[in-house]
């Protein structure tokens, strides 16, 4: 079912609320990993994040809630939190330095295509299969090393490995998508460059 112009632009919704209190909840995980180094409070904050996520998601479609500044808000919470949950673990793991350069490299090239996407389409588009696997894998290397504050160094760069793995996959898949959305036929001619 097509939602009607006035839902698509709502900016005031609940599930946009609670990806602001997502954002919001930030620098308190922060503070806790950060300053207290208390792991598994972080974790446990982390937690209510992850459900105030799922929670964001089932209400906007199960009450037809979805906004475009919710397709943009949601995604920009998780990877604020993401990037910096990283941060933070880089401080006891080294090796988490590298999905993190890659989060920056990744969100960074797919948000200016994206954006240009748009422009030309006018279409705002949510996350695929590939994008929620690798949310998922991040925020289970994640805890794995928030409640395994010991884990051993070969468990925890196999851990890495495999995120690592599937964020460069999902990176070269909404690539891929986003430069056939702009290279694609438009009124009998194809975009050869992107301005």
Not at 162 to 168: D, E, T
Request: proline share 3%; with cysteine; aromatic share 10%.
């Amino acid at each position: 079912m097509r939602l009607d112009e006035k839902t698509e632009n709502k900016i005031i919704t609940i599930p946009n609320l609670l990806s602001m209190f997502r954002i919001l909840l930030i620098p308190v995980f922060v503070w806790a990993y950060c300053i207290k180094g208390k792991y598994l409070l972080t974790a446990g904050l982390l937690s209510v994040s992850g459900l105030t996520d799922l929670a964001d998601g089932f209400i906007a479609r199960r009450f037809h809630m979805v906004s475009n500044l919710g397709k943009m808000l949601d995604p920009i919470a998780d990877k604020l939190t993401q990037a910096a949950m990283l941060i933070c673990l880089v401080t006891r793991f080294p090796m988490m330095c590298f999905p993190l350069a890659l989060l920056g490299i990744k969100e960074i090239s797919i948000g200016i295509t994206s954006f240009l996407v748009i422009r030309k389409s006018g279409v705002v588009t949510g996350a695929v299969w590939h994008g929620k696997v690798t949310t998922a894998l991040l925020y289970i290397m994640i805890f794995v090393h928030l409640v395994w504050f010991n884990i051993p160094a070969a468990a925890s760069n196999m851990i890495i490995a495999i995120c690592f793995a599937m964020m460069l996959l999902s990176w070269v898949l909404y690539g891929w998508h986003n430069m056939k959305c702009l290279v694609k036929k438009d009124n009998g001619e194809i975009r050869g460059s992107v301005k």
